[in-house]
């Protein structure tokens, strides 16, 4: 990689302090770093990044490598924010016959639910970890049944649920002297997504809280991995979230292409740029009218909305829709790139990917799109807007 890495000096503080420990680097692109430690390491390597070096544990996760290595792994993935910015992942193999690795979470609490994510979804067993009740599975879901392993089952077949009962163990259940139980769910007040919360309250204030969601987790990597084309998942990734679509099919599109190399030209950057802007402004505005709502300043609320339509108007101008779903290239949009041919690279002049894979979708397109709609519905001197 030609590019200067950015990131060395944790790097170096890492080897300084556990010498002999990183067993292998590799260098996603210059600001995302993958370092595979010792598994018995795990706990001191990930604690030193987090609070010694200023990272942010974003996210971890499991997967199935024994195809790959014999084994599975553990990635705990760090957002560098001290000094430098860049992504630093901590990996461990764990032995696919003992399927155990320390936990984190006993030194940095963040870890607590991605530790049992992939207690759940690998049967993989992080040792110390203080709570070890089910996140995502339900109760009636089978035991030694894993849904993200490679070999876990055929998902035409819904397995059959092993009991009628929830038997999910709250924090203390029936409270004590000093505290009173509040339940509220497992339909949400706002009818937003199902979840249940317990809160532990002393007179009116809060003094603990539990809680169960995933009522309706709906296995998008396993589709995506099982039933989906690397070209169709975009359209899943539009639909993880009800509200920002475009936020997690960009960060999908720009996997790919860094892992096939592809350079993305400045222009289509810029076009993600904007439209990514256009979405985080609806959806916070979307947010705090909601938390006014919630607490009663219903006044607040319509005024964050009155101005979160002008974001929405602006959604519509750039890709003909009031959200900003579908911007990045999918399956419908394959039989569009192979009439179109490939664009040049801009640098070299080769032909080297299509159009929509290296430009972000179809940004351009929908924005001719929106300008049609408007020319449509544009006022007239002395008329009323009307369809031509």
Same mark, same amino acid.
Not at 169 to 187: A, H, Q, S, T, Y
């Given at each position: 990689?030609?590019?200067?890495?950015?990131?060395?000096?944790? /790097?170096?503080?890492?080897?300084?302090?556990?010498?002999? !420990?990183?067993?292998?680097?590799?260098?996603?692109?210059?600001?995302?770093?993958? /370092?595979?430690?010792?598994?018995?390491?795990?706990?001191?390597?990930?604690?030193?990044?987090?609070?010694?070096?200023?990272?942010?544990?974003?996210?971890?996760? %499991?997967?199935?490598? @024994?195809?790959?290595?014999?084994?599975?792994? !553990?990635?705990?993935? /760090?957002?560098?924010?001290?000094?430098?910015?860049?992504?630093?992942?901590?990996?461990?193999?764990?032995?696919?016959?003992?399927?155990?690795?320390?936990?984190?979470?006993?030194?940095?609490?963040?870890?607590?639910?991605?530790?049992?994510?992939?207690?759940?979804?690998?049967?993989?067993? +992080?040792?110390?970890?203080?709570?070890? =009740?089910?996140? !995502?599975? +339900?109760?009636?879901?089978?035991?030694?049944?894993?849904?993200?392993?490679?070999?876990?089952?055929?998902? =035409?077949?819904?397995?059959?649920?092993?009991?009628?009962?929830?038997?999910?163990?709250?924090?203390?259940?029936? *409270?004590?002297?000093?505290?009173?139980?509040?339940?509220?769910?497992?339909?949400?007040?706002?009818? &937003?997504?199902?979840?249940?919360?317990?809160?532990?309250?002393?007179?009116?204030?809060?003094?603990?809280?539990?809680?169960?969601?995933?009522?309706?987790?709906?296995?998008?990597?396993?589709?995506?991995?099982? @039933?989906? %084309?690397?070209?169709?998942?975009?359209?899943?990734?539009?639909? !993880?979230?009800?509200?920002? %679509?475009?936020?997690?099919?960009?960060?999908?599109?720009?996997?790919?292409?860094?892992?096939?190399?592809?350079?993305? +030209?400045?222009?289509?950057?810029?076009? @993600?740029?904007?439209?990514?802007?256009?979405?985080? /402004?609806?959806?916070?505005?979307?947010?705090?009218?909601?938390?006014?709502?919630?607490?009663?300043?219903?006044?607040?609320?319509?005024?964050?909305?009155?101005?979160?339509?002008?974001?929405?108007?602006?959604?519509?101008?750039?890709?003909?829709?009031?959200?900003?779903?579908?911007?990045?290239?999918?399956?419908? &949009?394959?039989?569009?790139?192979?009439?179109? %041919?490939?664009?040049?690279? +801009?640098?070299?002049?080769?032909?080297?990917?299509?159009?929509?894979?290296?430009?972000?979708?179809?940004?351009?397109?929908?924005?001719?799109?929106?300008?049609?709609? =408007?020319?449509?519905?544009?006022?007239?001197? *002395?008329? @009323?807007?009307?369809?031509?």
């Amino acid at each position: 990689m030609s590019e200067e890495k950015l990131g060395q000096q944790y /790097l170096a503080a890492l080897y300084q302090a556990f010498p002999g !420990v990183v067993l292998d680097e590799a260098w996603q692109t210059k600001d995302q770093l993958t /370092l595979t430690v010792k598994v018995n390491y795990l706990p001191e390597v990930v604690e030193f990044l987090y609070y010694k070096q200023g990272g942010w544990l974003s996210v971890l996760f %499991g997967n199935d490598e @024994r195809q790959l290595c014999g084994h599975y792994a !553990v990635y705990y993935v /760090l957002s560098m924010e001290q000094g430098t910015k860049c992504w630093i992942t901590v990996r461990v193999e764990v032995d696919a016959n003992k399927l155990e690795f320390p936990s984190v979470t006993p030194r940095v609490p963040a870890a607590v639910w991605g530790e049992r994510e992939v207690r759940d979804m690998y049967g993989l067993i +992080p040792v110390g970890l203080p709570d070890e =009740r089910r996140l !995502v599975l +339900p109760d009636d879901w089978p035991d030694e049944l894993y849904p993200l392993r490679k070999d876990s089952m055929d998902y =035409r077949q819904r397995p059959a649920p092993t009991t009628d009962a929830e038997t999910y163990e709250f924090i203390n259940e029936l *409270g004590d002297k000093k505290n009173n139980v509040v339940p509220i769910g497992p339909l949400h007040v706002t009818s &937003d997504e199902p979840g249940h919360f317990r809160l532990f309250v002393d007179g009116e204030n809060i003094i603990d809280a539990d809680y169960r969601l995933f009522y309706v987790h709906r296995g998008m990597e396993k589709l995506a991995e099982t @039933r989906m %084309g690397y070209n169709e998942v975009t359209f899943l990734s539009d639909r !993880v979230c009800g509200i920002c %679509g475009f936020a997690h099919s960009t960060a999908y599109t720009t996997s790919v292409e860094n892992a096939m190399g592809i350079v993305v +030209p400045e222009r289509a950057q810029m076009i @993600r740029a904007i439209l990514l802007e256009v979405e985080r /402004l609806h959806s916070h505005l979307l947010n705090l009218g909601l938390a006014c709502h919630f607490t009663g300043f219903d006044s607040g609320f319509m005024q964050f909305f009155r101005v979160r339509e002008t974001s929405m108007k602006m959604a519509e101008i750039l890709t003909g829709a009031r959200k900003t779903y579908g911007s990045e290239p999918d399956r419908r &949009d394959s039989s569009r790139s192979a009439e179109r %041919g490939h664009d040049p690279d +801009p640098s070299t002049g080769a032909a080297d990917a299509p159009r929509g894979a290296r430009t972000g979708g179809y940004a351009a397109q929908h924005a001719e799109h929106g300008a049609a709609h =408007r020319r449509h519905w544009a006022p007239r001197p *002395g008329n @009323r807007p009307r369809l031509q």
